[in-house]
């Protein structure tokens, strides 16, 4: 037999035994955003979800800048230092380089789809705000 039920009213029943206060259904984000900030939107997006995507974005940008400057420099001296030292130590240096890119692009991706995982605008900040002292921790970046 299937036990689903088929009649509204058995439903209503067995909902208003379990939840005498109403079913509890998740807020509407876009409700309430349009309430306060009017229906402005870019591509489906309410204003307020884009500024704090734009500030959490800027936020991680902030944080990363040292690591963003050692990894140039270390760019640099690769390339200045091609003819100068043996080409076994070019190469290393290179590798050493290319993984330091690997794993600041790493936390980048992390990083947004951490906050593109967000299910509000107070969410999005938050994690950003967890995700930014990260990076100054890591000894690795």
């Known amino acids: 037999m299937n036990d689903v039920f088929d009649d509204d009213e058995a439903a209503a029943a067995i909902e208003d035994k379990y939840y005498p206060a109403g079913v509890p259904y998740p807020a509407n984000g876009v409700g309430l955003s349009d309430a306060l900030w009017g229906s402005f939107t870019i591509h489906k997006l309410p204003l307020i979800y884009l500024l704090c995507i734009f500030f ?17 420099a270390a760019y640099i001296i690769t390339l200045e230092s091609r003819g100068k030292i043996s080409p076994w130590r070019t190469f290393n240096a290179y590798i050493i380089f290319l993984m330091r890119f690997n794993l600041l692009w790493f936390f980048y991706d992390v990083c947004g789809r951490l906050m593109g995982a967000s299910d509000g605008p107070f969410n999005i900040i938050l994690n950003s705000l967890v ?5 100054d921790d890591s000894p690795v970046l």
């Open 56 to 72: 959490c974005c800027l936020n991680i940008t902030m944080y990363t800048q040292p690591e963003t400057k050692q990894m140039k």
């Open 131 to 135: 995700l930014a002292p990260a990076s």
